[in-house]
């Protein structure tokens, strides 16, 4: 079986050499011949795709910023991280690789062999900066930085002002320095502790000074929020999505920070902007898994000149490994590194890019090591995940379980037999699920076992398995056995990576 798997491979494309098309030729010069675009990625910490007003929250004035960022330019409606935990979906946007490719499967770091975005940039000559999560990107001296500022310089990674403050520094210098930049300004909101939790105050007196985030003065009423549909309706989780609101709102108030330290730059013209999210939120089916609502992200563009204002991709999907490759055809630079990603440029010019009607999706394990390999197909009406570790024994813990929403569930469940169920799979899972969006756009009834289902699940099966071995991922030869008990494959694989 392992040598079947691996001959295939060897005849299938499982990455692209990447080269620079005569669109990112084109696109890479600014309003003055010679002159390089600025790369501006602005990121949320464990920030849900639907948590934008534009994206549906109901939460009145939730994200001003950037739903007027949305507005001055292209979100997609398919967007996906490839891998929904921080630091390996990081990994992932700043090497254009997988998981099992750059080496931070989990909380590691990359290969020392792999090239990362930032030195490529640096090589072309741009100046490299971050704010926050500094440490989830590691080792530090692969992603060569010139401009540092690390969570305790930024109010805990979640005061605004802050972020305006060395957002400003930054392009200051910049401008000086006559170079073109990427800065990666990371906000570590709507992470927990949420501000005005108990969590958040036993945190500020256990740290010494160490966490001191600011004050929070934006609130809303538990019983005007929405709970999210893959969660009970409890009177504990509508308190718990109250809080995280909080938390969205001022991880917006910092995205306004920092798009207002780049206007006053007088740089915003040439200034590729996106924005996304690292991972779902940090509630139970959301973050650390393969769910839709796991790596789903509210992927924005702005880039003055080039992308449409206010324009939706209703239709092309887009994933975590496609950064890297797309901020190189950006910038102009031909790249001889080896990606897993492929540039999605062509998309923000309003064209049309075949091969853009699903997304592979990965997990390895938690920030406390502990395996729980998945691996995920997405599609616009189907979700398919294989849970590698699930063999009706193992318990799943992840850090969701620490906040309110798990112990309501679990209180809950011991009068309702609905929650019960709904609890035993999130702590149990089965094998295999299978998810009609169209009918089930929260992933609450799993349509594995439906015969109504049993032509789509064997066309998704051998997509996966072709993705799989395509990808060279570990997990091929153990899918195959598990799902099909002897090797099969599709006559014409697919020879690119998804």
């Not at 309003?31 to 990121?43: A, H, M, P, Y």
């Not at 109010?155 to 006559?178: C, L």
């Not at 718990?240 to 938390?247: D, G, N, S």
């Amino acid at each position: 079986m392992m040598r079947s798997l691996r001959g295939l491979a060897c005849g299938l494309s499982i990455a692209f050499l990447f080269e620079l098309t005569p669109i990112g030729k084109a696109l890479c010069q600014g309003s003055e011949v010679g002159e390089k675009v600025n790369i501006l990625l602005i990121t949320a910490d464990d920030l849900n795709h639907d948590s934008l007003g534009v994206t549906g929250c109901a939460v009145p004035d939730i994200t001003p910023n950037l739903d007027r960022l949305a507005e001055e330019g292209l979100r997609f409606k398919h967007a996906h991280v490839t891998i929904a935990v921080c630091q390996p979906c990081r990994a992932v946007l700043m090497t254009g690789l997988y998981p099992h490719h750059n080496g931070a499967r989990g909380f590691e770091p990359i290969r020392e062999e792999v090239t990362t975005l930032t030195e490529q940039l640096r090589s072309a000559g741009y100046l490299n900066g971050i704010l926050g999560k500094v440490e989830h990107l590691q080792p530090e001296a692969k992603f060569a930085w010139d401009y540092v500022k690390r969570q305790p310089e930024l109010g805990a990674g979640r005061d605004p002002s802050r972020y305006y403050q060395y957002s400003k520094e930054f392009f200051d210098r910049a401008k000086g320095e006559g170079k073109p930049f990427f800065l990666m300004a990371n906000t570590h909101d709507p992470h927990r502790p949420f501000p005005g939790s108990d969590r958040e105050k036993d945190r500020i007196e256990k740290s010494e000074g160490g966490f001191v985030p600011p004050k929070s003065n934006w609130t809303v009423s538990p019983a005007k929020v929405a709970v999210p549909g893959f969660l009970p309706d409890l009177p504990d989780i509508r308190l718990e999505v109250a809080e995280y609101y909080a938390a969205v709102h001022r991880a917006d108030e910092t995205v306004g920070e920092v798009l207002r330290a780049l206007e006053e730059a007088g740089l915003a013209e040439n200034t590729l902007v996106m924005f996304l999210s690292d991972n779902g939120m940090a509630f139970p089916f959301a973050k650390t898994n393969c769910y839709r609502h796991s790596t789903q992200t509210p992927w924005i563009v702005r880039w003055p000149g080039k992308v449409e204002s206010g324009a939706v991709d209703e239709t092309h999907f887009i994933a975590g490994v496609d950064f890297t490759p797309t901020v190189l055809e950006a910038a102009g630079i031909e790249s001889a590194v080896r990606l897993n990603g492929r540039s999605f440029l062509p998309l923000l010019i309003g064209e049309e890019q075949d091969r853009r009607d699903f997304v592979f999706t990965v997990f390895h394990e938690t920030s406390a090591q502990r395996g729980y390999p998945m691996r995920a197909l997405h599609d616009e009406k189907f979700g398919y995940i294989f849970n590698a570790w699930a063999d009706g024994e193992t318990v799943f813990l992840n850090e969701s379980q620490n906040g309110l929403t798990f112990a309501a569930m679990q209180e809950a469940a011991k009068k309702d037999e609905a929650i019960a169920a709904r609890l035993k799979m999130f702590l149990n899972r089965t094998q295999e699920e299978l998810y009609d969006y169209e009918e089930d756009p929260d992933s609450l009834k799993n349509l594995i076992s439906d015969p109504e289902y049993a032509d789509a699940l064997r066309l998704i099966r051998k997509k996966m398995l072709e993705t799989l071995v395509m990808t060279q991922d570990p997990l091929a030869d153990t899918y195959s056995e598990r799902v099909f008990g002897k090797f099969e494959f599709t006559e014409n694989p697919v020879t690119t990576a998804p």
